[in-house]
């Protein structure tokens, strides 16, 4: 968790025998940090711990997190690329050349433009 920062796209992985959030490969996004927290010791005033919160049910999603060499047309399909970032570009095997089963994650609601570069999206 202390690697991610607000609006990354998290998964859970186990690491050290420990279930950890982590910043998403694409392979199995589970929702986007929406606020993260530090906890300090009192007596030292070193961080102790990260805990964030995490958007994973269906939510309206404004982000800076994502591919912008690709097209955001209005409810496109979007999916999370190997960066942990969203894309409307499907994931695909390098080897086959054969896209992945991975699910869209969300539609895109407002495109990115050069007033407002955000991309808009609704988190199923």
Known sequence: LQHLKKGDVAQLTVQDNQVCLTKSNGSAPLGVLIRKIRVVDKKTRAVKRHVGEVAFARALIETDNYDSSQRYPI?????????????????????TGVNLANPSIGIVTKCPTAIDSTLQLVWF
Do not use: H, I, S, Y
């Open 75 to 95: 409810n496109a399909n979007l999916f999370v690329d190997e960066e942990g970032r969203f894309t409307t570009k499907q994931p695909v095997n390098e080897a």
